[in-house]
């Protein structure tokens, strides 16, 4: 198959901060951080998860910002996502946001719709950023303009940030450019034509996924559907494929591995959840970042960690079960086999 999996990749380094975490309570800091800059956009797409947030029109402050950049420095393992919540590049100080982790080498990715990605940005973020995730989610411009609630010349507008984007690269790694298409029943049709754009376009990769907040019958439905449309042969460029099974998630979509505790996501108010899947129902909100408190020593915080432990421990998880899927594979393997871990986890469902 042309494509792979894009779910969480658990590297063997980080068994031991987690078996650390488990019998001494020795602070987690995220692998991986993503950060919700502000709750504003520019489009007005049917499936943003976002949709009852933009509104509010919330920035996270520059101090708030650079209090989390400050503290990321410090675990080069860890990385960002700069993503929505709202549209990041309408953030009022997006270019001192960027330069900042910059400044700071913290490992530094973005995900936009691409409509704001235009001069000085555009190089900016070409410079800085490890990866760029580019929301299309339409072959053409009717879709499109459906899919974004933007008008049609609002695609080719975007092509051409697009191709500016690939052109500034030229023949660096870095950024990586990825263009996404969030899947549902209206621009499924179009698939096609955006692989071929994709490719015309010159861009790295493709991101393709059902992973919103759809019930997950309707997930699976549209997975099928993507994969007949997909290419058989190789096209020159990754297609990943991202889809929320069922068994993956608990009925009020909260994940339902303890993985979770490797991400985390700051919302535009300082709010720290386990992942984005966690934000529309404000169930999880495991602790709020502010002037004095900044990340890491939110995450060593007793509260915290009491509420990561009750995440964890206190939720009836089928690792078995889950350990037949290929994320988190092999740390929840190691849960199992682990003895110590085990007979802390006591409270855990092995069946
Ligand atoms: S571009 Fe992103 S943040 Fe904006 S409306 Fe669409 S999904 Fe939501």
Known sequence: MAFKSNRIQVDRSLYESF?????????????????????????????????DYRENKRNLPLTLVKKIADDMSGYPQSSIRLCGG???????????VLQYFFY???????VTNGHLLVGNINNIIGEICREVRISVDAGNAQIYAVAHGVKERVFEKLL???????????IHKYPVIELSFVVNAYNLASLPDFIELAVELKVDRINITMNTNDAFSDQRMLLKRCEELLPISPIGLEISIHDSPADFFQPDCTLLCPAVILNGLIDS??????SCHHVRDEHFVWGKLNDCLGLKALVSSEAFID???????????????????PDNLLLVNHLIQSAVLKERASRLLLD
């Not at 700071?104 to 973005?110: E, R, V």
């Not at 051409?160 to 030229?170: C, H």
């Open 104 to 110: 700071k080498n913290c490992s530094t990715s973005i």
């Open 160 to 170: 051409n940030n697009i191709r500016q984007l690939v052109a500034n690269k030229g």
């Open 307 to 325: 509420a990561q432990y009750s995440y964890i421990f206190k939720r009836c998880l089928k690792l078995k079960k889950l350990a037949f899927r």
């Open 19 to 51: 078996e650390e975490f488990v019998l001494n309570r020795t602070p987690f800091f995220p692998k991986f951080l993503e950060i919700f800059l502000t709750d504003t956009c520019n489009h007005n797409c049917p499936f943003c998860i976002s949709a």
């Open 269 to 274: 108010r300082g709010y720290y959840f386990p």
């Open 86 to 96: 709202g549209e990041p590049l309408l953030h009022p100080q997006i270019e001192e």
